[in-house]
Each structure stands twice: as C-alpha cells, then as structure tokens.
C-alpha cells in the first residue's frame, strides 16, 4: 500500500501543489508566480481568502516581508485586496475574463509553434497522472476530496467552470502522490490557461465532458488504471481538437 500522509497533507492544504519552496534567488517574482498560479487555476476563486501569512511564507519558504512585497504588489495590479479586523486578510479580486475568440487566438499566437508542443506534454502528464492515481490504494478522505472536487465541477455556473474545471484535474494530480507531477500539471495548466479559458461554452461539449469526468472518477475510484488513461486521453483530446476547430 503507498504511504498516503505526504498526500493527505496536501489535500489538506489548497493548493499545495503549487504552493511549493521557492529559488531563493527569486522569491519575488516566485511567489507573484505561486499566488497567480493559484488565483487564475482557481485553487482561489473570487472572494476567498488566501492563507494567513505566516502559514503562506512557510509553505513558499520566504520572509515574510518578501511575501507582503509580493501580495502589495498583486493588490496594485487588482488581483487581491487586504481587508483589516477580525475577518480581515487577503481577499481574491480576480475574476477570470469571459470566453473571447479574439482572446483565444492572441494567446495561440503567443504560443506559436508551442501550442502543439503543449498539448502533447498535457497530454503524456495527465493520462499517466490518472493512470497512477488509479492505482493507488486510497483513503477515504482522498476518494471523498476527488468526489468534491467532481460536485463541485458539475455545480459550476458558467463563469466559474473553467476554474473548477482546473481544479478537478488538479485534484488528480494531487492523487498520485507525486510533488514534482502535480506541480508540473499545474504549470502545464497554466502554460494553456488563456487558451483554455478563453475557449467558448458549448452546452454539448460542457455534457459531453462531463460523461467523462464522471468515467475518469469511477476509473479511478475502481482502480482500473487502463480505463483511466483511455477516457482521460480522450477527454484531452475533444479538447484539444475543439481548440483547434476554433482556431482554424
């Protein structure tokens, strides 16, 4: 049976996959990185709190005077504000931008030539991370935490789903057991973010998806690992062909 309390520490902790050491060498700009990955994948929507500080510079291994820059510096930019008193803390602002083609295309063309590189790095990464989750032995608390995370994806109203949509095979990633994998999810995610996000909802493919989130859940809960590849790569791959319909 795998050791399941590196795991259940970070289901425990939001975001523990990305919030991760920083290179002290960068900090700054580091934690910027960190909380924005956390903000824009939805780890922290709109209105939610973020850590309390010092819990936050011991996680990203930092002062606490270089996370305070850090924070100033997103409540200048609009993504977070600091709120006084007993409720008080650092309150998210973010609110993702509505699905754009223009959006869409601007951010394929900053990709470029990467765009397919991306995809196909997503692809490897995601259907191996299903493939292990489905193998592990694991606890309640773990299965009940995918669960949510699945609830919560198909309660999304459409301007919060592209978050909880991130956030549910970011959950995955976190079932492996593996730092180094979900932390590379996740910055895979966000390489794709402005792309993915900006893609338009659909009712058909938002259905559609759905079948296959619900498949991937009960591959994995089954721990069949060979259906949880099969349905997550193509779950990977409508997507993927419905961002290059639009685009082309």
Request: charged share 30%; proline share 3%; glycine share 6%.
């Amino acid at each position: 049976m795998d050791e399941p309390a590196e795991q259940d520490a970070r289901i425990d902790w939001p975001g523990g996959a990305i919030f991760r050491p920083v290179r002290t060498g960068n900090a700054f700009e580091e934690a910027i990185e960190r909380i924005l990955q956390a903000i824009k994948l939805g780890i922290f929507a709109h209105g939610d709190r973020l850590p309390a500080e010092r819990d936050l510079a011991v996680r990203l291994n930092i002062s606490r005077d270089t996370l305070r820059e850090a924070l100033r510096s997103l409540q200048q930019a609009g993504c977070v504000e600091s709120r006084r008193g007993r409720y008080g803390g650092t309150f998210v602002t973010y609110r993702l931008p509505a699905p754009n083609l223009s959006d869409l295309r601007r951010a394929a063309e900053d990709l470029g030539a990467e765009l397919e590189d991306a995809l196909t790095y997503r692809l490897v990464l995601e259907t191996g991370a299903s493939e292990r989750a489905a193998k592990r032995d694991l606890t309640d608390d773990q299965r009940a935490y995918l669960e949510r995370r699945l609830a919560d994806l198909e309660a999304a109203p459409a301007d919060a789903y592209r978050q909880c949509d991130s956030r549910f095979h970011l959950a995955i990633a976190e079932l492996t057991g593996s730092n180094s994998l979900a932390g590379s999810i996740a910055e895979t995610r966000m390489r794709l973010n402005d792309l993915l996000n900006a893609i338009p909802m659909i009712g058909r493919n938002i259905e559609h998806a759905s079948h296959q989130h619900q498949a991937i859940v009960r591959a994995i809960l089954t721990q069949d690992a060979e259906a949880a590849r099969r349905v997550t790569e193509e779950h990977l791959e409508a997507t993927a062909a419905l961002l290059r319909g639009f685009l082309g």
